[in-house]
């Protein structure tokens, strides 16, 4: 055998052994490129503004919505979690009962502070959450302005999620701790918004308070002022009487029956308290008010109250200020009667 056969001979195991082990690296390259999409998440189906309202909410009746809807507003659960927040069952109340003009002004009211969740869900790459809200957003209104600004926002952060999955395959680990790193901030950022709105409504409170305070000073002395001046016109009155009588001993001639009778001639209704109208609270209250004779409510005060405690302040303004409009037709002298108003809605 020639040395060239030899050399040929042995070469071949050489050739077989490099083609075997780049075929394998191609297979392995294969997998890798076909394992490579799957690995990569997938961005999560926006929820539609039809559907983002739980259908355990949807099922619940109006009442039932109502209270709910106030608890939750109470308890600052605004616009998350989903399924039991606010939010969700005021809008479904809304589409139970769309002429309710409570579930309307808490919606109005609820509209800014989930445009800025919805930011901050953005900005910390949250794009299931930040999808969430605006399907609330736009359900609540679907014309809202901020909708087109933080749909951009959404797809922004789901292309600079695909480029970082794309550059950087995430284990399980890391993947769950990120998840876990977003949770914790939206919970943050939650609580956040939550406490500057619970700071807010004491505030507000607050002030109403120092108004109300302000109003029913103001009211004691115009009460003053009203019973200073018709006992003022009634001693001018008792004056001209005596100047008039022919003897100071002569009897004052009896009053025509029916003389000192109250004969309403208008009784406006009061304003439903729109804090109370939200929250579904009704109740009632009992008045005491003076008519004087030119038939005008020349002083009123509040007897009894049934409402729930913390709408008290409010029915009972609301009672007194409805009172005080009252007119009827004029009386011998001065009448003080009672009467309940009622708050339903």
């Known amino acids: 055998m020639s040395a060239s ?61 109502r209270e ?21 069952y005021y809008l479904a109340l809304r589409d139970k009962q769309p002429a309710n003009a409570g579930a309307a002004s808490a919606l109005s009211d609820l509209l800014p502070m989930a445009v800025i969740a919805a930011d901050q869900a953005v900005a910390r790459d949250d794009v299931d959450e930040a999808k969430r809200l605006v399907a609330l957003i736009g359900k609540a209104d679907p014309n809202h302005p901020a909708l087109g600004r933080l749909k951009a926002g959404i797809a922004g952060a789901e292309a600079t999620a695909k480029k970082r999955a794309e550059a950087q395959t995430l284990s399980a680990e890391e993947e769950a701790k990120r998840k876990a790193e977003l949770a914790k901030q939206r919970e943050e950022d939650q609580k956040k918004l939550q406490e500057q709105q619970r700071q807010q409504q004491a505030a507000a409170e607050q002030q109403r308070q120092q108004q109300a305070a302000a109003e029913a ?6 009460q003053q002022q009203a019973a200073a001046a018709e006992a003022e016109r009634q001693r001018q009155q008792q004056a ?29 209704g009061p304003k439903f308290p729109p804090a ?20 005008s409510v020349t002083s009123a005060r509040v007897v009894s109250s049934d409402v729930p405690r913390q709408f008290q302040r409010d029915f009972e303004r609301e009672a007194l ?23 339903e809605q």
């Not at 052994?17 to 990569?40: F, I, R, Y």
């Not at 100047?243 to 309403?264: F, H, K, T």
């Open 5 to 65: 056969n030899k050399r040929h001979r042995g070469l071949v195991p050489v050739a077989l052994t490099v083609a075997v082990a780049v075929a394998l690296a191609g297979c392995k390259k294969d997998e890798a490129t076909t394992a490579g999409p799957q690995a990569a998440p997938t961005a999560a189906k926006a929820p539609a503004p039809e559907s983002v309202v739980a259908a355990s909410v949807s099922a619940m009746g109006a009442d039932e919505l």
């Open 68 to 88: 709910a809807a106030s608890k939750a507003y109470n308890e600052n659960r605004l616009y998350a979690p989903a399924g039991n927040n606010a939010m969700e």
């Open 217 to 222: 000073e103001a009211e004691r002395q115009r």
């Open 240 to 268: 001209a009487a005596q100047q008039a009588a022919p003897a100071a001993a002569a009897p004052r001639p009896a009053a025509a029956a029916g003389g000192n009778e109250l004969r309403p001639v208008s009784l406006p």
């Open 276 to 295: 109370a109208q939200r929250a579904g609270a009704s109740g009632s209250v009992q008045v005491e008010y003076t008519v004087g004779t030119d038939g």
């Open 321 to 343: 200020a409805a009172v005080k409009r009252w007119r009827f037709q004029p009386v011998n002298q001065a009448v003080t009667s009672r009467r309940t108003i009622a708050f």
